[in-house]
């Protein structure tokens, strides 16, 4: 019945509709398929908070709420494209056993995909796409046997700050017109992958060197990234948790830099976006997707294995930057924000 009526349907599997950034990013993707004329049809292994927003783009089956594959398949066209988002699609997809086009977007790092027990289920995907060219290899070789593994970078989602947005931040953080207090960001599910520890670590070390700091973390939370950030603010540290935001920029034009604490992490997008406003980013080593964009990262931020240097280049950055300092980075990373070879 789902698939009834429909002139070019494509299936869009993903794992979940929760406020995460592949959530998100797959909502982007199907509301570019559907602007191109295709009629999305979402098969999700869980739901989530976005779930409405899936249900306006077109039918979504929820696998855990008891929907079999069997049916589905049979009433799949040969030409119907399939689409996979994340390596828990994956097993989804090998499980559909069909034979029409289909490709697999993998966001994680390979070694999160050995560690959950997916490379099997990714190698036999017919297609798959990663984000980033350092990924191809680094897949490659984690998984049982040879696979088509192609690089397809998603654009970012250009989003815009009403003044309405940007005074309620404001309001929020506590600002005074002059802005002198340095506002450090981290964006994305805290969690110990994302660092989330790792970044109050480093914000106490930034407020015990400037007491005047802000700091700010957007997202959703872990049940410990919950408990680790209540004993931070309970120490003192002036820590902001507005959770997920639809639009975060407003956030972002208030940030002074964006603290990249994670320690493995086959983005973030999150930076760039920052960055697409002006704001530099300095980083913790770690299994870092964005690295493998090389040169492209010159003058946006930098990287170092030591939370002390980290410090040192983030305080840095708050007393360096001139006014001309914040377009010229956003026009750097602007030409990553075209979404169209993305669905194409």
Same mark, same amino acid.
């Given at each position: 019945?789902?698939?009834?009526?429909?002139?070019?349907?494509?299936?869009?599997?993903?794992?979940?509709?929760?406020?995460?950034?592949?959530?998100?990013?797959?909502?982007?993707?199907?509301?570019? !398929?559907?602007?191109?004329?295709?009629?999305?049809?979402?098969?999700?292994?869980?739901?989530?908070?976005?779930?409405?927003?899936? @249900?306006?783009?077109?039918?979504?089956?929820?696998?855990?709420?008891?929907?079999?594959?069997?049916?589905?398949?049979?009433?799949?066209?040969?030409?119907?494209?399939? !689409?996979?988002?994340?390596?828990?699609?994956?097993?989804?997809?090998?499980?559909?056993?069909?034979?029409?086009?289909?490709?697999?977007?993998?966001?994680?790092?390979?070694?999160?995909?050995?560690?959950?027990?997916?490379?099997?289920?990714?190698? =036999?995907?017919?297609?798959?796409?990663?984000?980033?060219?350092?990924?191809?290899?680094?897949?490659?070789?984690?998984?049982?046997?040879?696979?088509?593994?192609?690089?397809? @970078?998603?654009?970012? !989602?250009?989003?815009?700050?009403?003044?309405?947005?940007?005074?309620?931040?404001?309001?929020?953080?506590?600002?005074?017109?002059?802005?002198?207090?340095?506002?450090?960001?981290?964006?994305?599910?805290?969690?110990?992958?994302?660092?989330?520890?790792?970044?109050?670590?480093?914000?106490?070390?930034?407020? @015990? =060197?400037?007491?005047?700091?802000?700091?700010?973390?957007?997202?959703?939370?872990?049940?410990?990234?919950?408990?680790?950030?209540?004993?931070?603010?309970?120490?003192?540290?002036?820590?902001?948790?507005?959770?997920?935001?639809?639009?975060?920029?407003?956030?972002?034009?208030?940030?002074?830099?964006?603290?990249?604490?994670?320690?493995?992490?086959?983005?973030?997008?999150?930076?760039?976006?920052?960055?697409?406003?002006?704001?530099?980013?300095?980083?913790?080593?770690?299994? !870092?997707?964005?690295?493998?964009?090389?040169?492209?990262?010159?003058?946006?931020?930098?990287?170092?294995?030591?939370?002390?240097?980290?410090?040192?280049?983030?305080?840095?950055?708050?007393?360096?930057?001139?006014?001309?300092?914040?377009?010229?980075?956003?026009?750097?990373?602007?030409?990553?924000?075209?979404?169209?070879?993305?669905?194409?």
């Amino acid at each position: 019945n789902a698939l009834r009526g429909r002139r070019h349907p494509v299936i869009i599997v993903g794992h979940d509709a929760q406020r995460t950034g592949a959530g998100i990013l797959l909502l982007a993707l199907a509301k570019d !398929i559907r602007d191109q004329g295709y009629d999305p049809l979402f098969l999700l292994v869980r739901a989530g908070p976005l779930l409405p927003e899936y @249900q306006a783009l077109g039918p979504t089956l929820i696998l855990d709420e008891g929907w079999h594959l069997d049916g589905f398949r049979a009433a799949m066209n040969p030409s119907m494209p399939v !689409i996979g988002s994340t390596c828990w699609s994956a097993p989804v997809l090998d499980a559909l056993g069909h034979t029409s086009p289909e490709i697999l977007l993998v966001h994680e790092m390979p070694a999160y995909i050995e560690q959950q027990g997916l490379a099997d289920s990714v190698s =036999r995907a017919r297609q798959v796409a990663v984000a980033m060219p350092g990924m191809v290899e680094a897949l490659a070789e984690v998984l049982p046997t040879p696979t088509p593994i192609s690089v397809v @970078q998603p654009g970012l !989602i250009t989003r815009r700050s009403s003044a309405s947005e940007r005074a309620h931040v404001q309001e929020r953080l506590e600002l005074s017109g002059t802005r002198s207090a340095p506002v450090f960001i981290g964006a994305g599910y805290a969690d110990h992958r994302k660092g989330f520890d790792r970044f109050l670590h480093v914000s106490t070390l930034l407020h @015990q =060197r400037d007491p005047s700091a802000k700091f700010v973390w957007l997202g959703e939370a872990s049940e410990q990234a919950r408990g680790e950030a209540n004993r931070a603010l309970e120490a003192g540290l002036p820590l902001y948790t507005p959770g997920f935001q639809e639009n975060p920029t407003a956030w972002y034009e208030q940030a002074t830099v964006y603290l990249l604490t994670s320690r493995q992490d086959p983005g973030p997008t999150t930076v760039l976006d920052a960055a697409r406003v002006g704001v530099p980013f300095v980083a913790l080593d770690g299994d !870092i997707g964005m690295r493998a964009l090389g040169d492209l990262l010159d003058g946006v931020g930098t990287f170092t294995d030591s939370p002390a240097m980290l410090v040192e280049n983030a305080l840095r950055l708050t007393k360096s930057e001139t006014p001309a300092d914040r377009p010229r980075r956003a026009a750097h990373v602007e030409h990553l924000a075209s979404r169209n070879n993305y669905a194409q």
